[in-house]
């Protein structure tokens, strides 16, 4: 093969990576957005070795690497979100396919929390979804203690204190009422420890379930609980999106707190042993700890972002 050969137009190469389409890459060439070998390229069609050129996008390197794997997890109660647990309680571990042990967690859930979890080999992505800045939206579906009242919704929409801060607004609505509790869904922009949970004791109505079915683009849908899926090319494509866009809107800010007249709750929020999972005989309404979880180690951050295609099954 001559080397006029083994040259490819840029935008091929880069649509080829994953990270965008062919049309998209078009536009970031012509915006300005690639260089290769340290100069800025906007001539669409310019032709580049793919091995010895060095090529960058929105000032990421562009390399071959592994085919991005992404999987869907719908997480059951009992289970730790991560893959070994010093203490010797189930880990997803054992819901997640074999051939996809390199898989990893993108963020958490506690251990008595259920739903969306997502895994995935590609560390640019999995830090991209955690980074505040990309205010990636998470949605619960929440069962309280009593029954929510108007104010009380207009508080976590606003915003609210907690022991670690304020929080920033959450959109906010009733999902149903059921005797003495209430079921809300809440959507959150931020990702902290327990901070659902911590959201609604501070407002007097501790949680009993609590169950994530959205995660930025994803949707939990009807995935059975214990249950894994990959995700669909379109899935994964919205996903790499967040990669492209390095500064996100600002979150709308967060109105003036009116206080709750409660001081903030004194539980600490280190991680704690689970509850024993025999049923407890007085059948007590089970109300979630905002400690139920071990810490988990951050993904290992990869340099680059771009693969190869995807070459997942749905
Ligand atoms: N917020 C919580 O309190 N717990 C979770 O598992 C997720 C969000």
């Known amino acids: 093969m001559t080397q006029a050969e083994k040259t490819v137009r840029l935008q091929k190469i880069i649509a080829r990576s994953g990270i965008a389409s062919r049309r998209k890459a078009e536009e970031l060439i012509r915006h300005g957005l690639v ?21 960058k996008v929105n000032g990421r390197h562009l390399k071959s690497q592994p085919p991005d794997m992404f999987l869907m997890l719908n997480k059951p109660l009992g289970y730790i979100s991560t893959l070994h647990d ?40 999995a830090q991209a979804c955690l980074h505040p800045s990309h205010h990636v939206p998470k949605t619960y579906l929440v069962k309280i203690k ?10 976590l929409r606003h915003g609210l204190m907690l022991e670690d801060g304020p929080t920033a607004p959450a959109k906010v ?33 501790p949680v009993i379930r609590l169950k994530r079915i959205q995660f930025g683009p994803l949707n939990l849908g009807t995935l059975p ?15 790499r999106h967040l990669l492209l866009e390095p500064e996100s809107p600002r979150l709308p800010k967060r109105q003036p707190i009116r206080s709750t007249g409660k001081l903030p709750p004194s539980t600490p929020v280190a991680p704690s042993r689970p509850r024993p999972a025999k049923p407890n005989p007085i059948r007590r309404k ?29």
Not at 36 to 55: A, Q, R, S, Y
Not at 94 to 114: I, M, Q, T
Not at 182 to 203: A, C, L, P, Y
């Open 173 to 205: 609505k009733k999902a149903g009422k059921a005797e003495a509790n209430s079921w809300v869904e809440i959507t959150i922009h931020e990702g902290r420890k327990h901070q659902v949970k911590r959201m609604f004791e501070q407002i007097g109505h």
């Open 86 to 125: 010093p203490a010797g309680r189930p880990t997803i571990k054992a819901l997640v396919p074999k051939p996809s042990l390199r898989l990893f967690p993108v963020g958490r859930l506690d251990y008595d929390s259920e739903g969306l979890l997502l895994l995935t080999n590609n560390g640019d992505i």
């Open 146 to 155: 009593g029954i929510l009242e108007d104010p009380e919704i207009q508080q």
């Open 225 to 239: 609980p214990g249950q894994t899926r990959y995700l669909t090319d379109k899935e994964a494509n919205a996903l």
């Open 35 to 55: 260089t290769v070998n340290g100069e800025t390229v906007m001539t669409l069609g310019t032709k580049v070795d793919p091995v010895l050129d060095h090529i």
């Open 286 to 314: 089970r109300t979630l700890s905002p400690s139920g979880t071990t810490g988990q180690a951050r993904p290992r951050r990869r340099p680059v972002t771009s693969r190869t295609r995807v070459n997942v099954k749905t």
